[in-house]
């Protein structure tokens, strides 16, 4: 079959490589079937262009992916428009975290013809097999479909337990030299940059992440490393971005890695996920001579009450200590800090801003935005259960206009309280930040000319 699978624009100068949809075009074609990508992302194509390509090229299956997200929301149902006014429509399957978890509600809005749920490497190809032969989509498990106008949902697919068998993304139906270019916390001007995923889900049960499949998958040291030298080979690559969702997942995991890196030489720099129960100092150590120049941190609030409503299991003095065991290291940490979950204070803001302007490297610009209850997490539901939302429709059409605005306030704080709060806590980490990248310009003026610094190379930005 001809397979049409479109990224969609996510309104970025360089956009993040679509590992999903990249493993997707993969195993399309190593089933048999003709792979062609729609790169929206790269070319900013408006929707009138693949409507017109959809007129003139005739395709059997068209494929989008979405994440969940007021941005992705609005993407998709622009991008449905235009497949659905098509002349030559072909089957339209929705995937992600987007539609998964409320396939009912994103049928009937986009008129997909059906939404895979949960891994998709299998279920296309099955999905695909059952279009061919002309088989009733109820044979196929994994997916959501609407018949007399009711949403048919099989059997969820089993899950690919082992993901080393998986075929590496189909990087070669992609503009790579475009995403190579992405800018990451710690790179140099002159690094090439490509993702790669080495495991797939998280044994952690955060109350606002929507969790699709239960457990934790790693791939084998071999086969990251196997996949490390080809991108090193064919694309040039020296910085790694391990886009998992925790790479350290565990202690004897994430020192396994690292052994397998500096044992194969493979010379690359690297930032992952990780967490900061497992950030101890030789963990960090052996990180840090594997090539790792960033660990993002999930820290979520410095109020312990708060980070047990959360279920984040991880204590206050386990990140205080984690973050100044990784800058002991000299990694750099990426700290994600949100606000107005379930009991928290202004008391609770307070104490994330004083952590961030205490322990902030610089490495990135941080703020602190309001928890969002995306569907199919804990905190979707408990909103819905405390009447502080409705349904899917709610969230997508009225409340969640914003990641950095209120969709459902958690706190016993007004509206207008908390977005006071967060104004001024904002502003002290901005102008925090922007204070250090002054500082940092002056050194570098006082290097400059007091100095007589031959490697200056200007104060131009591109």
Not at 3 to 19: E, G, K, M, R, T
Not at 219 to 228: D, H, L, P
Not at 367 to 390: C, D, M, N, Q
């Amino acid at each position: 079959m001809r397979i049409l699978l479109v990224v969609y624009d996510n309104d970025a100068y360089i956009s993040w490589f679509p590992q999903g949809l990249a493993y997707i075009a993969a195993a399309c074609r190593a089933a048999g079937h003709e792979v062609e990508i729609y790169n929206q992302d790269v070319y900013h194509w408006p929707e009138s262009h693949l409507n017109d390509l959809l007129n003139k090229e005739r395709y059997d299956f068209i494929g989008v992916g979405a994440c969940g997200g007021y941005y992705q929301y609005r993407k998709v149902l622009k991008i449905s428009e235009a497949i659905n006014h098509s002349k030559h429509r072909p089957f339209y399957v929705l995937g992600g975290h987007l539609s998964a978890p409320e396939p009912d509600y994103f049928l009937k809005k986009t008129l997909a013809d059906a939404i895979v749920i949960g891994e998709g490497e299998i279920t296309v190809i099955k999905l695909l097999e059952a279009l061919e032969h002309k088989k009733p989509l109820h044979s196929v498990n994994g997916i959501a479909f609407l018949e007399n106008g009711q949403c048919i949902q099989t059997p969820r697919q089993a899950l690919i337990e082992d993901i080393d068998s998986i075929p590496f993304p189909a990087w070669d139906l992609f503009p790579m030299n475009h995403y190579a270019l992405l800018r990451l916390p710690n790179i140099k001007n002159s690094e090439r940059c490509m993702p790669v995923l080495s495991g797939r889900g998280c044994t952690f049960k955060c109350n606002f992440c929507y969790r699709m499949d239960q457990g934790f998958r790693g791939r084998s040291a071999e086969s990251i490393v196997e996949e490390i030298q080809i991108l090193k080979k064919n694309y040039a690559i020296s910085y790694i971005a391990f886009s998992d969702e925790l790479l350290m997942s565990s202690t004897q995991r994430t020192l396994e890695l690292c052994r397998s890196f500096i044992k194969h030489k493979l010379d690359i720099r690297w930032d992952c996920n990780g967490r900061l129960n497992y950030a101890k100092p030789d963990v960090l150590k052996l990180m840090k001579e594997a090539g790792c120049v960033f660990i993002n941190y999930g820290i979520e609030s410095m109020d312990e009450q708060a980070l047990r409503n959360m279920n984040k299991a991880l204590t206050v003095k386990q990140i205080t200590s984690g973050i100044e065991n990784t800058l002991a290291a000299g990694i750099s940490p990426g700290y994600n800090i949100i606000f107005g979950n379930i009991g928290e204070t202004a008391e609770s803001l307070r104490l994330g801003v004083e952590f961030l302007l205490k322990y902030d490297d610089h490495a990135q610009m941080r703020t602190i935005r309001p928890v969002t209850p995306y569907p199919g997490s804990p905190l979707y539901y408990y909103a819905i259960e405390k009447g502080l939302l409705r349904d899917c429709e709610d969230f997508y059409e009225h409340k969640h206009m914003n990641s950095d605005l209120l969709t459902v306030n958690f706190t016993n704080l007004s509206d207008d309280e908390v977005y006071r709060l967060l104004y001024e806590a904002n502003q002290k980490l901005l102008l925090n930040y922007y204070a250090a990248q002054i500082e940092k310009t002056q050194e570098t003026l006082h290097k400059l000319y007091l100095e007589n610094d031959p490697a200056f190379r200007g104060f131009r930005q591109s």
